[in-house]
C-alpha cells in the first residue's frame, strides 16, 4: 500500500478534496459543495463507480487551516491531520503538493525532496526562473519530482493527437480559455504541447495584457499557435488544430479522468522509483510560461525560449 500525504490548500484549488476522494473512493458531497465546489461533488457523484485506487491511500493531511484539513479528512476518509507539514516525514511513501500557488512550492516541497520522499506538485511547476532553476538542481541531484497539468492527460486531447496525421502538414494552432496567465496559463500550454507531442519552443510573445492575456508561440518547427486566456469569459477550455486536409477540435471538458489519469501515472512513478513524465518535458512548458510573463512584463518584446 502506497501511503500519500496531501498539503493544501490555496483559494479556488479543490484538488485536496477531489485527489484524496479519487484515490481514497470516499467523499462527502454536501460537505464539498458547501466548501464552495458543487462542480467538484456532481463529477465524483457521476463517477462514483470508478473512485478508489487500488494499493493506494492518502492517510495524511495538512492545510494551513486546522478546520479546513478536518473537513478534507473528514469528507475522504483520511486518517491523519498533521500539524505541520513536515510531521508526515517518515509517516508516507508520497506527498502530493496540491497548492497552485507556484510562489510556495520551493519552501513547501524542500522538506520532503531532502528526506527523499517523492513530491508531485500541482501545476505550475513554478513562475519564477529561480525557482524552476531549483527544481533543475534537485532533479540533477536524484529528487523524485514529477509536476503538470491534469491536461496532460484529457482525453479530448488524446483523441486529437491519434488524428493529427489526417489534418496534413498543421499550419495553425489555437487555444482559448479562462483565468490568469500564471495559474491557468499552463494548463492551455500543457494540453498544447502534450497533444502535439512535446515540442520545444524557439519563441514566446505575450501580445495582449493582464486579464486578457494573449500569447503567440513559434515552435522550433515553426510551427505557430496562439493562447487566448480571458478572465472574464464563461469557463471552458478548448484546442483547435488546424492542418492543410482538416481541422479538429479538443473541447477539454472530462475533469474527473484526466485527473485520475494523472493520479494513477503518479502512483505508478512512485512505485517504479521514477517519473514517468521527463522533468526536461515540464521544463519547457515551465520555461514557456515564464517568458510569456517576462515578453508581457516587457511590454511584448519576443522571448527566445532557452
Not at 465524483?44 to 473537513?71: C, F, I, Y
Not at 483520511?78 to 513536515?86: N, P, S
Not at 494552432?173 to 502534450?194: C, I, Q, R
Not at 495584457?209 to 494573449?214: P, R
Amino acid at each position: 500500500m502506497i501511503k500519500i500525504g496531501i498539503i493544501g490548500m490555496s483559494a479556488g484549488n479543490a484538488h485536496p478534496y477531489s485527489w484524496s476522494s479519487i484515490i481514497n473512493g470516499k467523499y462527502d458531497g454536501e460537505v464539498i459543495s458547501k466548501t464552495g465546489y458543487p462542480a467538484v461533488a456532481a463529477y465524483l457523484d457521476a463517477n462514483r463507480d470508478t473512485l478508489g485506487l487500488p494499493e493506494a491511500e492518502v492517510t495524511h493531511v495538512w492545510t494551513q487551516d486546522a478546520s479546513v484539513s478536518k473537513s478534507i479528512a473528514a469528507s475522504s476518509g483520511i486518517e491523519h491531520i498533521a500539524e505541520k507539514a513536515e510531521d508526515m516525514t517518515g509517516n508516507v511513501d508520497a506527498v502530493i503538493l496540491a497548492r497552485d500557488d507556484a510562489e510556495f512550492h520551493v519552501e513547501m516541497s524542500k522538506p520532503f525532496m531532502e528526506a527523499g520522499i517523492p513530491v508531485f506538485i500541482d501545476k505550475p511547476l513554478a513562475i519564477r526562473q529561480e525557482d524552476l532553476d531549483w527544481f533543475e538542481d534537485q532533479h540533477a541531484a536524484g529528487r523524485f519530482i514529477m509536476s503538470c497539468s491534469s491536461m496532460r492527460y484529457a482525453n479530448e486531447c488524446r483523441i486529437v493527437k491519434q488524428n493529427l496525421d489526417a489534418l496534413g502538414k498543421l499550419e495553425l494552432v489555437t487555444a482559448v480559455g479562462k483565468k490568469d496567465w500564471l495559474k491557468y496559463g499552463v494548463h492551455m500550454t500543457e494540453a498544447l504541447f502534450a497533444t502535439l507531442g512535446d515540442p520545444k519552443a524557439a519563441t514566446v510573445q505575450h501580445i495582449g495584457e493582464k486579464g486578457k492575456d494573449v500569447v503567440h508561440i513559434v515552435f522550433e518547427n515553426g510551427l505557430p499557435a496562439t493562447i487566448h486566456l480571458f478572465m472574464d469569459i464563461p469557463g471552458t477550455f478548448q484546442l483547435s488544430f488546424f492542418g492543410q486536409q482538416a481541422w479538429q477540435m479538443a473541447d477539454i471538458k472530462n475533469s474527473y479522468s484526466m485527473f485520475r489519469d494523472n493520479i494513477i501515472e503518479f502512483l505508478r512513478s512512485v512505485k517504479e522509483g521514477k517519473p514517468r513524465l521527463e522533468f526536461s518535458t515540464t521544463k519547457n512548458i515551465i520555461n514557456t510560461v515564464i517568458a510569456a510573463e517576462a515578453s508581457r512584463l516587457s511590454g511584448g518584446k519576443i522571448i527566445h525560449v532557452k
